[in-house]
């Protein structure tokens, strides 16, 4: 059974940083792309960031790109965000999202939902201006 555990979500004032970490489970995790993706009220899902499974390739949405790090640490299991220079329109349940683990291709696709096949619960970020 997958399983992705988000945790690292808060309150923070505009300017602020946080950590959001996802620890994953049931999956050849080494061999898996991971990425985050988040929801504001009211609004779709939408992507932030994601890694390959060996960590040297990234993507990031065009709202974050400076600002957001993902990383991930194939030893422990986790992906990391990494958010720094926080703003108000950043609010939004984050996601951990995680694709079959099988040592698949990379490319511009993986912005999409469809890229991925396992989610995490969510993990909800507020930034007060």
């Known amino acids: 059974q997958v399983q992705l555990v988000e945790s690292g979500g808060g309150l923070v004032q505009a300017g602020g940083s946080l950590r959001l970490t996802c620890a994953a489970s049931?999956?050849?995790?080494?061999?898996?792309?991971m990425a985050w993706f988040r929801q504001a009220s009211g609004k779709e899902r939408e992507f932030v960031a994601a890694?390959?499974?060996?960590?040297?390739?990234?993507l990031y949405a065009e709202s974050v790109q400076g600002r957001f790090t993902i990383s991930r640490d194939n030893a422990k299991n986790t992906v990391s965000l990494q958010m720094n220079s926080l703003k108000a329109e950043d609010t939004a349940v984050y996601y951990c999202?995680?694709?079959?683990?099988?040592?698949?291709?990379?490319?511009?696709?993986?912005?999409?939902?469809?890229?991925?096949?396992?989610w995490g619960q969510g993990t909800q970020v507020t930034v007060s201006s």
């Open positions: 999202a995680a694709d079959r683990g099988s040592w698949g291709t990379w490319g511009t696709w993986r912005r999409t939902q469809n890229g991925y096949d396992y």
């Open positions: 049931g999956l050849p995790f080494s061999g898996a792309h």
């Open positions: 890694i390959s499974w060996s960590g040297h390739r990234t």
